[in-house]
Nanobody, 118 residues
Framework: QVQLVESGGGLVQAGGSLRLSCAASGNIFAFVAMGWHRQAPGKQRELVARITRGGITTYTDAVSGRFTISRDNARNTVYLQMNSLQPEDTAVYYC????????????WGQGTQVTVSS
């Protein structure tokens, strides 16, 4: 079974930074892609950032230029560096992974709360 464990969430003032971590139980390169999603109360879940097996990264327009997704081979960990945080970034952030062959996200972490205050 694949396990994904997020950490690094918390409370930060607008303009501040946080780094989220997602530790996987196995080789992260087995997945077609890994991504960070977020969901705020009353809003749809949103894919924020993605990194493919080949290392290609993509971002939602709302976070482009402020967030960076990266990975660490030795630790089987994916990160989301979040800079210039805004109150609109407040949400539960989820790490997710696709299967080994397809692009659909099928493995999910438990989520970590990010709250940005004014």
């Amino acid at each position: 079974q694949v396990q994904l464990v997020e950490s690094g969430g918390g409370l930060v003032q607008a303009g501040g930074s946080l780094r989220l971590s997602c530790a996987a139980s196995g080789n992260i390169f087995a997945f077609v892609a890994m991504g960070w999603h977020r969901q705020a109360p009353g809003k749809q879940r949103e894919l924020v950032a993605r990194i493919t097996r080949g290392g290609i990264t993509t971002y939602t327009d709302a976070v482009s230029g402020r967030f960076t997704i990266s990975r660490d081979n030795a630790r089987n960990t994916v990160y989301l560096q979040m800079n210039s945080l805004q109150p609109e970034d407040t949400a539960v952030y989820y790490c997710a992974a696709t299967g080994f062959l397809g692009p659909e996200y099928v493995h999910w972490g438990q989520g970590t709360q990010v709250t940005v205050s004014s």
